[in-house]
């Protein structure tokens, strides 16, 4: 988590509120009590951002 927050600039919380709106992608459980992202899927998200026109 703390590296997709360094990426994407946003608050922990923040990108939990988004993933529960289904507007992030959505974590990987590695164990029970780690999550990870698929690298590209945050890529995506941001270019995403960027055709929108922000955060």
Do not use: H, N, Y
């Not at 690298?39 to 955060?55: F, H, K, N, Q, V």
């Amino acid at each position: 988590m703390p590296s997709v927050l360094e990426r994407v600039q946003l608050s922990e919380s923040e990108v939990r509120r988004r993933i529960k709106a289904g507007t992030f992608p959505k974590p990987i459980k590695l164990s029970t009590r780690a999550i990870g992202f698929v690298s590209s899927e945050i890529d995506a998200w941001i270019d995403s951002l960027t055709t929108r026109g922000g955060i």
